[in-house]
């Protein structure tokens, strides 16, 4: 079963990390997982709730004892039943949270404000004690005694809850962490008469906590305004009645009613009213949308104008606007192989630095009879540059930053795991119909024969296709414009795979293939243009030709050159359309290849060649509909979506979700992906170059405490400030 905790008061990612690895390492756990920008732990476990649970708090509270641990209510489930009960889940989920949901954000608002507020005016106490310390020592020059005596007072208003988590830790086995190397480094300094020294580095990393606690906040908000898109209650109309009521209390088939200014609450179909639609929350598009009876309302949309009457279509967990709460919410959990490898890392690096500091303090006065004072300082000096906060702070902010940067632009990833992934794309494989092309038949060409007119070749043909429903027939139709029910047809005839005859305005009509023409042994041209072909002849005459394609989208010439500017070099088109079709649309945009006329599994088939020739580190993307291409989607490295407002199978089936059918949005996700990644970089780059420099100069004692107290703190502020730019994006 699945169990969730809410960690309230929860912001720093170096805890969080160390939260979860200990909980997932419990013997009753199979699997853990922290979400710090949700502040909850999810657990599997086949024990019972209250076995686990004092063991959680334990660690919790090891870690951070100021957190407080609730365990969420109506998120436990057996996974024997997961997918039997998998909507009634969802619905008791949106059930027990949203009641409650106003409340608890603003007493977690007000948590963090308090909080917030308290290590602010620490912070300024702190730093007043040792600017008066520093006056009495580097101005007045005090007797060291009562230098001594300032900072260990500003010592212990900034750092005495450090020391007494690194004294709490060693007595549980577990030294090897910041608090360890912060109290042992200060301590040391004391001890050596360096005290402003001592005091600074308790200083500047409170201020480096108050920093990271700034980038966690502002990371939450710019989530929660994301969030922040269904209405807890919707206005139901009952027995000629409207009546608020509760949203997820709302029956399908029950109508709603949105009026001007107010935020769409459930899924639905307009039935009576016409207003345009602000879209921006799902699609990150600003252009409204315009709807009257009988188009999609979505939730999350606001009504920007007139009433609308609404007939819900989906319920309240099921909801567009709750699947993308749900992606967003959960983007976090999954992690980017660089976070995991900076966990590790860090773990297995602090025991490595301390011993080095170890060997540092006592090899070179044992063997080179060097000065005992001087080395054990530069062993402090050591132990303080060493921290490894700077990268385990910043990553994952950076990561979580750029899921809501994407998010604004309508590009919703699932997690830091695809993020990266797409980053690396460099081969992209498109499914043609609703992707590249629009996925809907139209007349692009009308050539009649010498003395016949346009119009007139497209009269005879509407006159035919009048009854058929037939996407042909459609597209015809809408490109002939006069009144077709007005023409005068009769014996209206569908011959199966040829096409249809009809008297129409007195005269014997055909339309339809080439063989239909060679059947009745009427002479034609055979037109050679891309497309399906409607040959037309009256009477035993023939007539003309109208050229029937799907077209292409207006930006995908735009979308493919800026996906080759990302760096993608090899760019496939996938279709089951036939051979002459595909390579007319691969010939006009230029593609690197195509493969025409295939069965979804051939689709697989293809990709995964496609996937063996890319050299190692590169990722293969596949973008489709979402809806007929679930397999070549969870195939790909990545599986992108277009087009998926409001498709659950989308969402559900692919890694990245385009909200609207533009492919330009594809670039938008790629250049996003790639900005991330790089940020991450330059922190990884910044932050251990940095500090093997100061590594290196403190041991050779060139540098003394102030700048190891800049390659922790500063080094780590800097890395922050530099992960919270993608916010910004």
């Given at each position: ?114 909080h917030g507020s308290g290590m602010v005016l620490r912070i300024l106490a702190g730093a007043a004690v040792f600017a008066a310390g520093a006056v009495m020592h580097y101005v007045l020059h005090a007797p060291s005694a009562a230098v001594l005596a300032v900072m260990l007072v500003s010592y212990l208003i900034l750092g005495w809850d450090v020391v007494l988590t690194a004294l709490r830790n060693i007595t549980r086995g577990q030294i090897f962490d910041e608090h360890f190397l912060m109290s042992i480094s200060t301590i040391g300094a004391f001890i050596l008469g360096e005290y402003p020294e001592a005091a600074a580095v308790m200083l500047f990393y409170q201020v480096g906590e108050y920093f990271q606690s700034l980038a966690v906040q502002r990371s939450r908000r710019s989530i929660a305004a994301l969030l922040d898109i269904r209405p807890d209650t919707a206005n139901v109309l009952r027995d000629g009645t409207v009546t608020e009521t509760a949203a997820e209390s709302v029956a399908v088939g029950e109508t709603i009613i949105v009026r001007a200014g107010e ?467």
């Amino acid at each position: 079963m699945e169990l969730v905790y809410m960690l309230k008061g929860l912001d720093c990612p170096n805890c969080s990390a160390k939260i979860e690895k200990e909980v997932a390492a419990l013997e009753q756990i199979t699997e853990a997982n922290v979400n710090l920008m949700q502040q909850t732990l999810t657990v599997s476990t086949v024990h019972a709730a209250e076995e686990i649970e004092a063991l959680i708090k334990g660690i919790v509270h090891r870690h951070e004892p100021d957190v407080e641990v609730v365990a969420k209510a109506g998120h436990s489930h057996s996974h024997t039943h997961e997918h039997t009960h998998h909507h009634a889940h969802e619905h008791d989920h949106c059930h027990c949270g949203e009641h409650a949901h106003e409340h608890e954000h603003t007493h977690e608002h007000a948590h963090a404000h308090a909080h917030g507020s308290g290590m602010v005016l620490r912070i300024l106490a702190g730093a007043a004690v040792f600017a008066a310390g520093a006056v009495m020592h580097y101005v007045l020059h005090a007797p060291s005694a009562a230098v001594l005596a300032v900072m260990l007072v500003s010592y212990l208003i900034l750092g005495w809850d450090v020391v007494l988590t690194a004294l709490r830790n060693i007595t549980r086995g577990q030294i090897f962490d910041e608090h360890f190397l912060m109290s042992i480094s200060t301590i040391g300094a004391f001890i050596l008469g360096e005290y402003p020294e001592a005091a600074a580095v308790m200083l500047f990393y409170q201020v480096g906590e108050y920093f990271q606690s700034l980038a966690v906040q502002r990371s939450r908000r710019s989530i929660a305004a994301l969030l922040d898109i269904r209405p807890d209650t919707a206005n139901v109309l009952r027995d000629g009645t409207v009546t608020e009521t509760a949203a997820e209390s709302v029956a399908v088939g029950e109508t709603i009613i949105v009026r001007a200014g107010e935020r769409i609450p459930l899924d639905g179909i307009v039935t009576d009213g016409e207003s345009m639609l602000d879209t921006t929350a799902l699609t990150g598009e600003s252009v409204p949308r315009r709807v009257s009876a009988g188009d999609e309302a979505l939730s999350g949309c606001i009504n920007q104008s007139g009433t609308l009457t609404v007939r819900v279509t989906k319920p309240f967990g099921e909801s567009t606007a709750s699947k993308i709460i749900e992606m967003v919410e959960h983007a976090a959990a999954r992690k980017a192989p660089t976070e995991n490898f900076i966990t590790t890392f860090a773990r297995y690096y602090t025991p490595v630095v301390v011993i080095c500091a170890v060997l540092l303090a006592v090899v070179p006065p044992l063997l080179l009879h060097g000065i005992w004072s001087e080395w054990i300082r530069r062993a402090f000096v050591f132990l303080i540059v060493s921290c490894p906060c700077a990268l385990v702070i910043s990553i994952p902010l950076t990561f979580f930053g750029g899921i809501g940067a994407a998010s604004k632009h309508g590009v919703l990833v699932k997690g830091s795991h695809d993020l990266e992934a797409l980053s690396k794309v460099r081969a992209i494989v498109f499914d043609k119909t609703g992707t590249l092309t629009q996925g809907s038949f139209r007349v692009t060409e009308i050539l009649p024969q010498e003395g016949i007119s346009a119009n007139e070749l497209l009269q005879y043909a509407a006159g035919c296709e009048r009854n058929s429903n037939h996407p042909i027939a459609a597209s015809v139709l809408a490109a002939y414009t006069g009144d077709a029910d007005a023409l005068a047809v009769s014996d209206s005839t569908e011959i199966s795979g040829y096409g249809i005859e009809a008297q129409v305005n007195g005269k014997a009509v055909l339309a339809g293939s080439g063989r239909l023409m060679a059947q009745r042994g009427i002479a034609y041209q055979p037109c050679d243009g891309t497309g399906t072909k409607v040959y037309v002849a009256a009477d035993g005459q023939y007539l003309g030709c109208i050229l029937i394609a799907d077209a292409l989208k207006p930006d995908v010439r735009q979308a493919l050159t800026a996906l080759r500017n990302q760096g993608v070099t090899n760019i496939v088109m996938l279709t089951g359309d036939n051979q002459e079709i595909a390579g007319a649309v691969a010939a006009d945009l230029g593609l690197d290849g195509y493969h025409a006329e295939l069965l979804p599994q051939d689709k697989v088939e293809k990709l995964e060649a496609i996937a063996a020739e890319l050299p190692a580190g590169e990722k293969l993307a596949f973008v489709g509909d979402g809806i007929n291409d679930a397999p070549v989607l969870a195939r790909a490295d990545v599986g992108i979506a277009m087009g998926a407002l409001g498709a659950d199978a989308a969402i559900e089936a692919a890694d990245v979700v385009l909200m609207t059918d533009e492919p330009a949005r594809l670039g938008d996700a790629i250049r996003l992906a790639k900005q991330t990644k790089q940020i991450v970089m330059q922190n990884i780059i910044f932050a251990i170059g940095v500090k093997v420099l100061l590594l290196i100069l403190g041991a050779c004692g060139i540098v003394g405490m102030w700048w190891a107290v800049f390659g922790d703190v500063g080094v780590t502020v800097l890395a922050v400030l530099n992960a919270m730019r993608m916010l910004r994006k």
